[in-house]
């Protein structure tokens, strides 16, 4: 449902991947929208689709993936009807995207300075004003020595600080969305929680919406406004955090929160969820997750449940919801 | 990054000094006697004994290369024994025929090769991809004899419109310069994809993406750049081979360069004249491996630093 | 183990066309007997430098040999100096890779030096100053081609000996008391093994290439052997007259390098995809 506080609304987006086994159906009509202003997050296990998804997002999806439906509204625009070079003028002016791995997403044989003016000359900025423009945000980033780090190869920098780099270069062109994919997952526990602060002032300071893409709950407790759940390719839960924290609905949200360790609780072993994914070549017909579900029922393995409000903002998947 | 090719330089002398010193050594191993070979039967055994004396020859081996090595460093290629010019002209008439023949071909390889190579591995498994790459296959199982020979038939015999062989001005260059470049471009052209295959698979292709960057802009700043590190090493260290072909070249179109002298003394045992050829061919070999090295640093800014750490 | 790699082989269309022409080639030189409707050194001067026609199927050459037979009986020239060629110089670079990745230090500084020096000179000039101090036969065609290309095996199974190594299976087998030679040869050799195979499939049309430019340079089997380089060879003064006689032999050539250049590609798709070669 399209709002005004929307910005960009995704409708039955799915993508699927043409391997030699088979094809994957590795996001299956997913629906979500994210407002102005807002961290959303989009948390699931390894493989869901989450990164998928919002590679989607950018388009970039390439060989043997391909979109195979859906649209992706974003001012008045779909995305998914942009010629390849509309959008190039998307890409990085309106939404940019950030990586997991720092290390291999900065183009080794340049300098920082060239890969941070890089993006800024394509906004018809002279070359000198943009030199100028890349100490600056390397200053914004909070990196020490800026003038000096501004000329360093990205091989010469640590973890954290080429992650702020990449953060700084994405969002110099002050794109109306960020999206981040694991932006934290390759460093270290206290480095995250920098970089975290500095996705957290940057969203104020220039009133981007990120799309925070994770499997860790911790950092979304910490910045998310809300937050999408996904299962196999398919939405299960969307919500406000306090909502998905303290009334999970979907049994996989809810086993999810179950297996989170507390620090104020004395757990013995630590819960899990038992089974596998299961396979998303020949997907299971009705619910994804009712292998293994606690409470499936006969219905679960026949019927695809759909999205339900469950409460103001809170949607839910699963047919028990109805009672 | 002065003081690095000088070292470089400076250990390809002794790659020079193995390579001629092992070439000098396989030269005394031959049967037969140079001096024998070219002298009347009848002539008396003091006389032959004087020649060898007079060449050098009867000199321990250790000897014999000290002599030349030093004269060669001053210049002095020595003597031919079978022609009994200065070897120096010899090779002075005939290298400009070679390299007449071996420089546009490794300019036109190797500029074809990596336009051709990233074009067809942007457009991967398309129908482009797929005739080069086959076609490069088909080349690079063809002996470059044969299809100089081919060539020679369709366009000089049965189109009547370049000459057969030797060298008679611009025309006459065509076909073995064609000969020549087919093959190694086949070679190069699928090493070039490659590597821009592996390049493409790379995350910061993405992240150049997601800046806002143009196909164009994204293909030659990042993708080729950091694909030519290893496609321009492969290309001067290859480069030597060239020189392999070109005797076979000069064989079947008759082109007067050094290729066919070099086959002609190393047949007809004509020690000074295999040496001196080989010395040149040993210079190139050092000078476009060093070359490859230093290009390789300046390209990549990983290897520089690699290099500072070495220094220190 | 078998049945995956016959499974991906059958999959693999550049494995399964090399092999089909490895295989007809092979066919051809067992059977040449056969095949051939004359021997190779058949003289009949009456029909000497025949077009093509029933009788000789590929025309006949200066002294009235069938062309045809003589480039069925040169394949087993090609197919058995490109074998023991591949024997010989597989088994000097393997072992020399295996010492210089294993034992680092100055045994590898040695190797590495005479491995560049060998590779350093453009292959053909070397190999011509070889046979010619030994003296043009086949015979030496082999040895001399062998000392030229070893390096090509020295110097991958060096590099992938280095990587594995330091691994942790080896370092558990060290720590099991296992001697040098058996962490190489029992440790080390098997998961180099893939790529050995792949580089002595392409190194077989290497030596077939190098075999018939020696030939064709006078300098290889000695007449009347059909060596394909020296069928080409012998037809240079006749290519106005007498076209068959350069293009057949040339055609036999392109045709089995063909056949091992796609077998060894197909077999490094399917046995070590990463291989740089």
């Not at chain 2, 020679?152 to 470049?181: D, E, N, Q």
């Not at chain 3, 040869?185 to 077939?208: E, G, H, K």
Request: net charge positive; charged share 20%.
């Amino acid at each position: 449902m399209k709002t005004d506080k929307d910005l960009v609304s995704i409708n039955d987006l799915s993508v699927s991947f043409n391997t030699s086994a088979g094809v994957v159906s590795a996001v299956d009509r997913v629906n979500f929208s994210i407002r102005k202003k807002e961290i959303f997050a989009l948390v699931g296990e390894s493989g869901c689709g989450k990164s998928t998804t919002a590679y989607a997002l950018m388009r970039l999806i390439s060989e043997p993936g391909e979109i195979t439906g859906g649209k992706i509204i974003f001012q008045g625009q779909d995305l998914l009807s942009l010629s390849r070079r509309e959008m190039f003028n998307i890409r990085g002016k309106k939404i940019s995207m950030i990586f997991q791995n720092p290390l291999d997403s900065l183009n080794p044989v340049y300098r920082i300075k060239s890969q941070l003016s890089e993006a800024i000359v394509l906004d018809k900025i002279s070359k000198k004003d943009a030199w100028k423009k890349a100490v600056e945000i390397i200053k914004e980033v909070r990196i020490p020595d800026p003038e000096e780090r501004a000329n360093s190869y990205p091989f010469e920098l640590s973890g954290g600080m080429r992650q702020r780099v990449m953060i700084g270069m994405m969002i110099s062109r002050n794109p109306q969305l960020l999206i981040a994919d694991e932006p934290t997952t390759a460093l270290d526990v206290t480095i995250q929680a920098q970089i975290l602060e500095i996705i957290k002032d940057l969203k104020e300071a220039i009133e981007t919406s990120i799309l925070l893409i994770t499997h860790d709950f911790g950092i979304v407790a910490e910045i998310a406004d809300r937050i999408a759940v996904m299962y196999a390719g398919k939405i299960v839960e969307i919500g406000e955090v306090f909502q998905i924290f303290e009334k999970p609905c979907h049994p996989y949200t809810q086993l999810l929160m179950g297996s989170l360790p507390r620090m104020n609780k004395k757990e013995g072993r630590l819960k899990t969820i038992f089974g596998n994914v299961p396979n998303l070549i020949n997907p299971p017909i009705g619910c994804r997750f009712h292998e293994r579900c606690p409470y499936s029922k006969k219905e679960c393995q026949e019927i695809e449940p759909k999205m339900e409000e469950v409460e103001k903002g809170h949607l839910c998947a699963c047919i028990l919801t109805r009672k | 990054m002065l003081n690095y090719t000088l070292r470089r330089l400076f250990q390809g002398v002794f790659v020079i000094i193995a390579i001629t010193a092992t070439l000098f050594l396989i030269m005394q191993l031959m049967p037969g006697d140079p001096i024998k070979l070219i002298c009347n039967p009848r002539i008396p055994q003091e006389r032959i004994e004087e020649l060898r004396h007079l060449w050098g020859l009867d000199k321990p081996i250790i000897i014999q290369y000290f002599y030349w090595f030093s004269n060669i460093i001053k210049g002095d290629f020595g003597t031919s024994i079978i022609s009994g010019q200065k070897v120096s002209t010899l090779i002075a008439q005939r290298l400009p025929y070679t390299l007449m023949l071996t420089g546009p071909a490794l300019l036109i390889e190797f500029i074809i090769s990596i336009f051709l190579g990233l074009i067809a591995a942007y457009k991967r498994d398309s129908i482009f991809d797929k005739v080069i790459v086959n076609l490069a296959i088909i080349l690079r199982a063809i002996p470059i004899f044969w299809l100089g020979i081919l060539f020679i038939m369709f366009f000089s015999l049965k189109l009547r419109i370049l000459p057969v062989s030797g060298y008679s001005g611009f025309k006459s260059l065509i076909l073995p310069l064609a000969t020549l470049v087919f093959p190694y471009l086949a070679i190069n052209l699928r090493l070039t994809r490659s590597e821009v295959l592996e390049v493409l698979r790379e995350r910061m292709v993405l992240t150049a993406y997601a800046k806002g960057l143009n196909d164009r802009q994204v293909l030659l700043r990042h993708v080729l750049r950091n694909a030519l590190i290893p496609t321009t090493v492969m290309f001067f260290l290859s480069l030597p081979w060239i020189f392999g072909g070109s005797i076979i070249i000069e064989s079947v179109f008759a082109w007067p360069g050094t290729g066919k002298l070099l086959w002609k003394s190393i047949v007809g045992q004509d020690f000074p004249v295999v040496q001196g050829i080989i010395f040149i061919i040993a210079m190139l070999t050092v000078i476009s491996n060093t070359t490859g090295d230093v290009i390789t640093a300046l390209l990549d800014p990983r290897i520089r630093l690699e290099i500072k750490g070495e220094n220190a | 183990m078998i049945n995956n790699f016959i499974k991906d082989g059958l999959k693999n269309k550049t494995f399964c066309v090399g092999f089909f022409i490895f295989f007809s080639v092979l066919f051809i030189a067992i059977f040449a007997d056969i095949i051939a409707p004359y021997t190779y050194d058949e003289m009949e001067i009456i029909n000497k430098l025949n077009n093509p026609n029933q009788q000789h199927l590929f025309g006949t050459d200066r002294y009235g040999r069938d062309i045809f037979s003589r480039v069925v009986y040169g394949s087993r020239i090609a197919l058995w100096v490109g074998l023991i060629v591949v024997i010989i110089e597989s088994f000097i670079g393997i072992s020399l890779g295996l010492l210089a990745g294993y034992y680092g230090g100055i045994t590898n500084r040695i190797i590495l030096f005479i491995t560049d020096l060998t590779w350093s000179m453009p292959p053909i000039i070397l190999a011509l100053a070889i046979i010619t101090m030994l003296g043009p036969s086949l015979n030496n065609v082999v040895t001399s081609i062998a000392i030229v290309s070893w390096a090509q095996f020295t110097r991958i199974v060096r590099a992938k000996t280095q990587s594995l190594k330091n691994m942790p299976f080896v370092e558990a087998a060290r720590a099991f008391g296992e001697n040098d030679f058996n962490i190489i040869f029992r440790y080390i050799l098997p998961n180099v093994m893939p790529s050995i195979i792949v580089i002595t499939t392409l190194a077989l049309p290497s030596a077939i290439l190098l075999t018939s430019s020696l030939g064709f340079l006078g300098l290889g089997a000695q007449p009347p052997l059909p060596d394909w380089g020296v069928i080409l060879y012998n037809g240079i003064p006749f290519i106005r007259k007498a076209p068959w006689i350069t293009i057949f032999p040339g055609f036999a050539i392109a045709y089995t390098v063909l056949g091992f250049n796609l077998l060894g590609e197909g077999l490094r798709d399917i046995l070590d995809p990463k291989l740089k070669i």
